[in-house]
Protein backbone atom coordinates (compact mmCIF):
# COMPACT_ATOMS: atom_id res chain seq x y z
CA UNK A 1 0.00 0.00 0.00
CA UNK A 2 1.18 3.90 -0.68
CA UNK A 3 0.27 6.65 0.96
CA UNK A 4 0.10 9.79 -1.29
CA UNK A 5 1.91 13.26 -0.03
CA UNK A 6 0.87 16.63 -0.90
CA UNK A 7 2.05 20.02 0.71
CA UNK A 8 1.58 23.70 0.48
CA UNK A 9 4.95 24.34 1.33
CA UNK A 10 6.56 22.87 -2.36
CA UNK A 11 5.40 24.47 -5.41
CA UNK A 12 2.42 22.82 -6.75
CA UNK A 13 2.69 19.91 -9.02
CA UNK A 14 2.43 20.59 -12.97
CA UNK A 15 0.59 17.62 -13.67
CA UNK A 16 -2.11 15.00 -11.71
CA UNK A 17 0.53 13.73 -9.41
CA UNK A 18 1.65 13.53 -5.98
CA UNK A 19 4.68 15.29 -4.61
CA UNK A 20 5.58 12.07 -2.81
CA UNK A 21 4.33 8.11 -2.51
CA UNK A 22 5.50 6.53 0.38
CA UNK A 23 5.37 2.77 0.18
CA UNK A 24 6.53 1.21 3.44
CA UNK A 25 9.76 2.69 4.40
CA UNK A 26 10.51 3.85 0.97
CA UNK A 27 9.82 7.82 -0.31
CA UNK A 28 9.47 8.40 -3.80
CA UNK A 29 9.15 12.09 -4.62
CA UNK A 30 7.75 13.22 -8.19
CA UNK A 31 10.19 15.68 -10.14
CA UNK A 32 10.78 18.53 -7.77
CA UNK A 33 11.79 21.80 -10.07
CA UNK A 34 12.58 25.34 -8.96
CA UNK A 35 9.43 26.92 -8.84
CA UNK A 36 8.81 29.16 -5.58
CA UNK A 37 5.93 27.45 -3.87
CA UNK A 38 3.79 30.88 -2.83
CA UNK A 39 4.39 32.37 -6.62
CA UNK A 40 5.17 30.06 -8.59
CA UNK A 41 7.96 31.61 -9.90
CA UNK A 42 11.29 30.30 -11.69
CA UNK A 43 13.73 32.22 -9.63
CA UNK A 44 16.46 33.78 -12.32
CA UNK A 45 14.04 33.56 -14.99
CA UNK A 46 14.28 36.49 -17.30
CA UNK A 47 11.60 36.79 -20.32
CA UNK A 48 11.86 39.14 -23.25
CA UNK A 49 8.59 41.26 -23.91
CA UNK A 50 6.88 38.30 -25.83
CA UNK A 51 7.43 36.19 -22.81
CA UNK A 52 10.20 34.41 -24.32
CA UNK A 53 12.86 33.18 -21.88
CA UNK A 54 16.25 35.19 -22.55
CA UNK A 55 18.66 33.97 -20.14
CA UNK A 56 18.20 31.50 -16.43
CA UNK A 57 20.45 31.62 -13.38
CA UNK A 58 21.35 27.87 -12.56
CA UNK A 59 23.14 28.70 -9.15
CA UNK A 60 19.39 30.44 -8.07
CA UNK A 61 17.27 27.15 -9.59
CA UNK A 62 19.68 25.20 -7.52
CA UNK A 63 19.09 26.86 -4.20
CA UNK A 64 15.51 26.65 -4.88
CA UNK A 65 15.35 23.37 -5.90
CA UNK A 66 16.87 21.68 -2.97
CA UNK A 67 14.84 23.89 -1.08
CA UNK A 68 11.92 22.29 -2.43
CA UNK A 69 13.08 18.83 -1.94
CA UNK A 70 13.40 19.83 1.56
CA UNK A 71 10.01 20.31 1.86
CA UNK A 72 8.56 17.61 0.25
CA UNK A 73 10.92 15.83 2.59
CA UNK A 74 9.67 17.20 5.58
CA UNK A 75 6.19 17.37 4.59
CA UNK A 76 6.78 13.47 4.51
CA UNK A 77 8.22 13.16 8.16
CA UNK A 78 11.97 12.27 6.52
CA UNK A 79 14.93 14.67 6.66
CA UNK A 80 17.66 15.63 3.83
CA UNK A 81 19.64 12.97 5.06
CA UNK A 82 17.25 10.27 4.07
CA UNK A 83 18.03 10.42 0.78
CA UNK A 84 19.51 7.28 -0.76
CA UNK A 85 19.52 8.26 -4.63
CA UNK A 86 19.07 11.49 -6.63
CA UNK A 87 18.34 11.72 -10.28
CA UNK A 88 19.20 15.07 -11.46
CA UNK A 89 18.26 16.41 -14.94
CA UNK A 90 20.22 19.44 -16.61
CA UNK A 91 18.44 21.53 -19.44
CA UNK A 92 22.49 22.52 -20.40
CA UNK A 93 24.67 19.60 -19.10
CA UNK A 94 28.34 21.81 -20.93
CA UNK A 95 26.61 25.63 -19.77
CA UNK A 96 25.51 24.11 -16.04
CA UNK A 97 27.21 20.93 -14.24
CA UNK A 98 29.61 22.99 -12.85
CA UNK A 99 27.84 25.35 -10.85
CA UNK A 100 25.46 22.79 -10.16
CA UNK A 101 28.15 20.53 -9.05
CA UNK A 102 29.47 22.94 -6.55
CA UNK A 103 25.98 23.35 -5.24
CA UNK A 104 25.32 19.53 -4.69
CA UNK A 105 28.45 19.59 -2.74
CA UNK A 106 27.69 22.25 -0.61
CA UNK A 107 24.04 21.09 0.39
CA UNK A 108 24.97 17.04 0.11
CA UNK A 109 28.59 17.65 2.70
CA UNK A 110 27.59 15.25 5.01
CA UNK A 111 24.64 12.99 3.86
CA UNK A 112 25.64 11.47 -0.10
CA UNK A 113 23.35 9.70 -1.59
CA UNK A 114 23.47 8.04 -5.16
CA UNK A 115 23.54 10.31 -8.02
CA UNK A 116 22.69 10.38 -11.91
CA UNK A 117 22.92 13.27 -13.94
CA UNK A 118 21.79 13.53 -17.39
CA UNK A 119 21.52 15.71 -19.90
CA UNK A 120 17.87 16.59 -21.54
CA UNK A 121 16.62 18.47 -23.98
CA UNK A 122 13.82 20.09 -21.86
CA UNK A 123 11.56 20.02 -18.93
CA UNK A 124 7.84 20.58 -19.29
CA UNK A 125 8.24 24.28 -18.24
CA UNK A 126 11.05 26.58 -18.56
CA UNK A 127 13.12 25.31 -16.28
CA UNK A 128 17.17 24.51 -16.47
CA UNK A 129 16.75 21.73 -13.17
CA UNK A 130 15.04 18.78 -11.63
CA UNK A 131 15.34 16.40 -9.30
CA UNK A 132 14.21 12.82 -8.78
CA UNK A 133 15.01 11.54 -5.34
CA UNK A 134 14.18 8.54 -2.83
CA UNK A 135 14.40 8.45 0.86
CA UNK A 136 14.73 5.47 2.99
CA UNK A 137 12.81 5.85 6.43
CA UNK A 138 13.91 5.01 9.80
CA UNK A 139 11.76 1.97 10.91
Not at 1 to 28: C, D, W
Not at 58 to 72: D, G, S, W
Amino acid sequence: MSQAIRTETAPKPVGAYPHAQRVGNLLFLSGVGPRTPVTNEIPGNVYDTDGRLIAYDIEAQCRQVFANVRAVLEASGARWEHLVDVTVYLTDMARDFAAYNRLYAEHFAEAQPCRTTLGISALPTPIAIELKCVAALPN
